[in-house]
């Protein structure tokens, strides 16, 4: 049993900025993040464009940005939480600068500002096409630096603890971890825990995520009975480089498009406009689809992006990643269309926290991509999502301070902790559940949906999550068993959602063409009472 003040679930930029907040405003308090696997294999570290903020309000106006972000996301984003976050960022980034991250500078020394889809101007810092690892990096750096930061990595939150009173309250007490390597349970007991855990792409077949997105936040606070919400919200990312059978799919930065990239199908013309009138550059739901439609038109496997017309030189040297992984598949961007195709890549939902990042569970909080903060609306508009995270690390470590020192240590044993631990012993068969629950929800709650399709999915999830919990009832405790079980868990959620929003918005797509066969009578059938 370990006991710290303070435990951080996951390391990316939300992890991280919190756990060094903490730490500098209470030097005597011990904190601890826990990573799944190295502190660098996260989602953050996946992230190439950059950083969105108003930062040159002679050309740019916070507003526009309100804007910008209210419209990408349909007008479902929470007015107040749009607002604090974007007039927040620039002390944020000025944080991140302090901590060492060195965005790219133009030529006359001002951060060099960047354009994707749905930002009416120049405003995304970044670090060349490696945004998201400069970011990790700096913050690793930081934290070697903390005394009273200690980081555990290859150890996997199983579960948060959980006290529930007798008036129906719950508070959470910490977590268990699993060290992975040691194949040990590790009961830690909090004051305070943050979810900071990333997102759910391995939920879908094709993602830009890494392995080890499998949606734990979301599935331990739904366990727990913290509230999610706008689970029905996934974003594909339009442009994943079509490479089949790797996995995860390499991302083409929006920043590409940004750049003067422009979309074409196989017959060479740039078929954006057909939909909207912002061409490559229109918000992501919309290249998505528009990208899916064109393949199911030409029964194509992927579209392109042609970036054949601008200066290789310094294509080159703004997009050194994209242009090596290219190059090492035989693409020469400066020559050739680079391939690409839509991919799961971020969850606008979660944990629903309020502006202070806190949980509906007492000493709970959550930021990043596992929290739903009322940003994203039902769409997240490109490079918002590591502000997000920064602005709310910032604001539940205001909470924390406040109130740590009236926060009592109790240890809870969950039941979990008298499982034994061992590693599967048919590894092939969770292999096989994972790639169905993968297959299913890519091919019925993608991007095009319909609702007899998500109902007929919603039924065979749960004979699956039935299944996945008679063998974690029955088998010794995994990692791999696990996060079958947070797929799962994640899945439902998201076709639960998916269900319950009757119509199109944003992100989610009912296809009319899809919607020919269920009939009221129908659906009430497939419909469990
Ligand atoms: C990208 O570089 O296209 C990804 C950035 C983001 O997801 O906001």
């Known amino acids: 049993m370990k006991e710290v003040d303070v435990l951080v679930i996951g390391s990316g930029i939300a992890g991280l900025s919190y756990a060094l907040k903490v730490a500098d405003r209470q030097p005597d308090k011990k904190i601890l993040v826990a990573a799944k696997a190295g502190v660098l294999d996260t989602n953050t570290s996946f992230a190439q464009g950059g950083i969105a903020a108003v930062l040159d309000l002679a050309t740019d106006s916070y507003q526009k940005h309100i804007e910008d972000t209210m419209e990408a996301g349909a007008w479902l984003c929470d007015p107040a939480v749009v607002e604090l976050v974007v007039k927040e960022a620039p002390d944020r980034i000025t944080d991140l600068v302090a901590w060492g991250v060195s965005f790219d500078l133009n030529a006359g020394g001002d951060f060099h500002l960047c354009k994707e889809g749905g930002h009416s101007e120049n405003r995304i810092l970044h670090v060349k096409d490696q945004t998201g690892v400069s970011l990790e990096k700096a913050l690793s750096q930081q934290l070697k630096q903390r005394t009273n930061i200690e980081v555990l990595t290859h150890h996997f939150a199983i579960d948060l603890i959980i006290d529930e009173a007798k008036d129906g309250g719950t508070t959470c007490r910490g977590a268990l971890l699993l060290n992975v390597k040691a194949q040990e349970l590790v009961r830690v007991t909090a004051r305070v825990t943050l979810l900071a855990t990333g997102g759910a792409g391995q939920v879908y077949h094709a993602t830009t995520n890494p392995v080890i997105a499998t949606g734990d936040g979301v599935a331990m606070a739904s366990r727990a009975g913290a509230a999610i919400e706008h689970m029905e919200f996934v974003q594909f990312h339009p442009t994943a480089l079509f490479n089949p059978g790797h996995k995860p799919s390499f991302l083409v930065s929006e920043a590409v498009r940004g750049y003067g990239g422009i979309l074409r199908n196989s017959a060479g013309r740039a078929f954006m406009e057909d939909y909207d009138p912002r061409g490559s550059l229109a918000c992501r739901d919309v290249v998505a689809r528009a990208i899916e439609a064109e393949m199911k038109k ?88 590591l502000l997000e995270a920064l602005v709310f690390a910032h604001r539940a470590c205001e909470d924390t301070c406040g109130k740590l020192t009236n926060i009592d240590l109790v240890d809870v044993v969950p039941a979990w902790f008298a499982i ?97 066969t269920p009939q009221p009578a129908a659906l009430a059938e497939v419909e469990p009472t």
């Not at 020469?332 to 971020?346: F, I, R």
């Open 420 to 516: 034994p631990v061992r590693p599967p012993e048919n590894p092939a068969q969770l292999d096989w559940l994972r790639e169905e629950v993968q297959t299913l929800m890519s091919s019925n709650a993608g991007i095009f949906r319909s609702r007899k399709e998500l109902f007929e999915l919603r039924g065979r999830l749960k004979q699956l999550a039935d299944e996945v919990e008679m063998m974690v009832g029955l088998s010794p405790l995994s990692l791999q068993l696990c996060e079958l079980d947070n797929l799962l868990t994640v899945a439902l959620l998201v076709v639960e959602a998916a269900i319950n929003r009757k119509e199109s918005i944003g992100l989610h797509y009912l296809a009319p063409d899809l919607e020919s």
């Open 298 to 385: 030409e029964a194509a496997h992927s579209m392109f992006l042609d970036v054949t017309h601008l200066d290789p030189d310094a294509f080159q040297a703004h997009f050194p990643t994209i242009t090596q992984r290219c190059k090492s598949l035989g693409i020469d961007p400066a020559t050739d269309l680079v391939p690409v195709v839509p991919a799961a890549h971020y969850f606008c939902g979660g944990v629903k926290v309020d502006t202070q990042a806190r949980t509906s569970i007492e000493n709970l909080y959550a930021c990043g991509e596992c929290a739903s903060t009322g940003l994203h609306g039902a769409n997240r508009l490109a490079s918002n999502s």
